[in-house]
């Protein structure tokens, strides 16, 4: 008898061994990629440079170096892809507009720099975006939203001063070490060292135009050899960029000019 409950033990003990190993594995607490890193990796793919989105009916406006794309859920105006065209500017404003011609008729895309609150979700974005739609039978129909324009990517490191004005820089003309930027692509926001304060500010990008807004700094006294001064001026006065050869050189239509080289 007591090799019978033995025996019976085992096979008790086996049977549900067996299940435990073939049960199905809960995937519930499995995470997916966010939809922001997965842009982010799109964005990078696809050189986009500017994207936009809106409601009733939604829609969605991709621009790359190569070609817009228009997505709509609505039934008399659909989706299309064009090759990339240069926009129309507005002198006065930071208004661009797009007219495409397409298979299914015109479109007009106009992309203003105004703050614009998404309807659905809350999220504030700078740009407020129109789409003018005309289909063939000559209706038309026009599609609200907002966008923002994705700073590239390549930014996203840390950049050591190494010319300024044309000039190779020295540390004896700053304290303790180099200045550096560290620029944050993902949120638009930038932190440094400015060769005797601490400083941070934002990053405006548009394509082909970086600026670097709203720096502040700690407020430290600087020796008076010391040229903070003039490499935040030169900073602020920023408005096109280059990347090239481990460098991000930074200009102005006066000609400042700052070299800074990437750091690993």
Known sequence: MLHYSRLLFVIVL???????INAPVDTSLNTKPTKAYQEQIENMEQGIYFRAMGNEPEWSLKI?????????????????TAPHIDPIRVMDANVK???????NGTAAITIEQQKCANTMSGQ??????????TNNSN?????????????????????????????NVSI???AKQLPY???NSTNGTFMGYAGCNRMNGTVFFEKGILRFTNIS????????????????????????YQIASMRLILTNPSGIELVFKKVD
């Open 14 to 20: 086996f049977l549900g061994c067996k299940t435990a």
């Open 181 to 183: 930027i560290e620029i």
């Open 217 to 240: 700094t700690t407020e430290m006294a600087c020796e008076p050899q010391n040229r903070e001064s003039e490499l935040l001026h030169s900073l602020e006065s920023t408005t096109t």
């Open 139 to 167: 209706t038309s129909k026009i599609f609200s939203g907002c966008g923002y324009y994705v700073i590239d990517a390549r930014l996203h490191d840390i950049w050591v001063l190494e010319k300024m004005n044309g000039e």
């Open 124 to 133: 504030e974005l700078p740009y407020t975006v129109r789409v003018e739609m």
């Open 97 to 103: 507009t797009y007219r495409l011609t397409t298979s």
């Open 172 to 174: 004896n003309k700053f």
């Open 64 to 80: 790359s170096s190569k070609q817009i794309e228009f997505t709509s859920l609505s039934p008399d105006f659909k989706s299309f």
